[in-house]
């Protein structure tokens, strides 16, 4: 599976912003879909995640912020961010995880492909 992120952005606090995950190769319906975010200096973490049936997890910095969807006629990932905080500055990755595998969606080691990250700047 190929994953290309695009979305990212300069925009002020509270703006919004939607990512997107657009995947090629395998069946995009085999795969848990997450978003993990990277602050600058910082590691890699979970931030949302939806699964081959649409069930969607948060991660306590961004439930009521973020929403996470899929649509599967066009093997696109989507996270929809609305207020945005200035800690949200780093960069945001999709990746997919193996159904057939796992339903760990939330551990970053179970995820098998990776995009190439997409860039968020919130301002103050």
């Known amino acids: 599976v190929q994953l290309q992120a695009s979305g990212g952005g300069l925009v002020q606090a509270g703006d919004s912003l939607r990512l997107s995950c657009a995947a090629s190769?395998?069946?995009?319906?085999?795969?848990?879909m997450g978003w993990f975010f990277q602050a600058p200096g910082k590691g890699r973490e979970f931030v949302a995640a939806?699964?081959?049936?649409?069930?969607?997890s948060y991660a306590d910095s961004v439930k009521g912020r973020f929403t996470v969807s899929r649509d599967n006629a066009k093997n696109t990932v989507y996270l929809q961010m609305n207020s945005l905080k200035p800690e949200d500055t780093g960069v945001f990755y999709c990746?997919?995880?193996?159904?057939?595998?796992?339903?760990?969606?939330?551990?970053?080691?179970?995820?098998?492909?990776w995009g190439q990250g997409t860039v968020v700047t919130v301002s103050s």
């Open positions: 939806v699964t081959v049936r649409s069930i969607e």
């Open positions: 190769g395998r069946s995009f319906t085999r795969y848990h």
């Open positions: 990746a997919a995880l193996d159904s057939y595998v796992t339903d760990s969606v939330s551990l970053i080691h179970e995820y098998r492909y």
